[in-house]
């Protein structure tokens, strides 16, 4: 007898995972709470009042919109070199075999499994051994790094449920490699290279620990934050940065997953 | 016979070859099917450049630079071989911090997978349709954003003004908090100041990364083992220890890899959240920034690596990988 689905969890369970679940959410709601309230000298609970003062306070700082502005274009452009180094190598190591596949996963693996101050302070050494001097290159180049494994694995996940008699099939009828390309394997890895991407670009948004060694005087906004947190100068325009900064980056998390979620009916994965 | 057979085969071949495709596209496109080879050269060299030189290359110059050492009267780097910048590593200051943050990493790994649990064997098991996918964004959401976020938002919990302390202070418990706080290691002036204070923020910063993985694995025992075990006249307790934690082991050293790893490496929570004292990722970047002696944080970096090369190839060993 099937008994999945009819079988009721028990009380403890239930409370553990539930509170398990507040535990991870509750943090970041608090930020929203914040983020209005009408203290500005401490982190007074619960706040005396509420205003939307900060915002506007918020709006008209000229340091916040430079470091936005460069954190943008940073994520930007490493999301891009990412899709096409991490799409490339999916597609290299999910369609052949071939001496070394293992060493090229894990080489792509090895910058968000190694800690992320490793990859930045060996950047950085390498930076001043070649005498490269800091700029927003910099940055995109160590960002870029660890962004195509999001993407990498994005689409190797996708490219093994993608079933290659399509890609034979389209060969067959007379298309070559380019016209395959555009018309079979880029409509079925689409969205999965979307959500790599877009997953990416939060990585990349967010990135701190590699940033802090290859920026140089700049900000992005994390180091804007940074700072902030060791130093606190303006608490609430930060309780302000920090909502926007949840906006911002869980708008693509849920579309990611909007986009991947129906993955297994994927034209071609019944084989 | 055969001579009337023969044409027919020539005609037959000449058909099954196809004229070579025209244009630029057409020509690349039949050479790449001729020789697949070049083709998958073509594709892994950018992403194997890129990575071999940028990445690999600045790893094995850092390394290398922990080979050298420097000079303790003139501060600069000497540029000859020699083991002495790892033998400062066990001077016990150092092996202090060392010593520190592993603890640190395998008292937030035990207490990680212990939170994880409940979570992930209620989404693998109870969580239907709806719940599962609400189960699924509710630890891909915390996952994913912000890291200093989440850094901040404990700041504000943590305060001696926050809403812990409230919290404390309504439930007519704030002799328990302070009886926590007069314990000599863990405790300390108030909790953003305290170990409890870190261990709380790593703990809650890297929870998602062990969920994932311990859900995967427990997805994948099947409920008749665990019904089975039940006939078979097993407790709960014993169904949970002789079935289910084996099959979930490999998903729990999974995410353990994550957990252990990136606390060995942050700088950033120990230094926003916690006392003075230094934590591996704290000392290489004072080693590298204000101290200037690169070949120190060099050797301090190798620390994490061997200690994750271990971890690495002990977690291979119980089959953590398939559970990724």
Redesign the interface.
Known sequence: M????K???PWG??L??GL??A???L??A??FV?AFTTEDK?????PPGFTLKWLEVTWNRPDVWEALKLSLQTATVSTL?AM???T??A??VS??K?FGRET?SL??I??I???????G??????FS?ADIPFSIWTII?GH??FC?VVVYNNAVARFRRTSGSLVEAS?DLGA????TFRHVILPNIGTALLAGGM?AF??SF?E??VTTFTAGQQSTL?IW??EE??RPRQRPV?NVV?MV??LV??LP??AA?YLT?DGDQVAGSGK | MTTSASPATTVQRESAVLPGQGGITGALSDKFWRNPKLLLILMLTPPALWLGIIYLGSLFALLAQSFFSIDEFSGMVQYELTLKTYGELFRPANLDIIIRTVSMAVIVTLAAACVAFPIGYFAARYARGKWKALFYIGVMLPLWSSYLVKVYAWKLILAKEGILTWIFTKLHLTWLLEAWLTIPIIGGYSLSVSYTGTFLVFLYVWLPFMVLPVQAALERVPGSFIEASGDLGATPGQTFRHVIFPLALPGIVAGSIFTFSLTLGDYIIPQIVGSSRLFIGQAVYAQQGTAGNIPLAAAFTVVPIVIMGFYLWGAKRMGAFDAL
């Open positions: 099937r008994s999945d689905g079988q009721r969890a369970l239930k553990a995972a398990g679940l535990f991870m959410h943090p970041i608090l930020i914040y401490s982190y007074q609970w619960p070199i096409v180094l991490g490339l190598c597609a290299a369609r052949t071939f090229i080489l792509v090895l910058p499994a190694l800690p992320g101050i490793i990859t302070i060996a950047l950085r050494s390498a051994i180049l870029a790094t195509v060969m070559n490699s380019f016209q997953l939060a990585l967010d701190v620990i994390p934050m940074l947190l060791v930060t920090a900064v949840v980056t869980v998390i849920l997953y979620r």
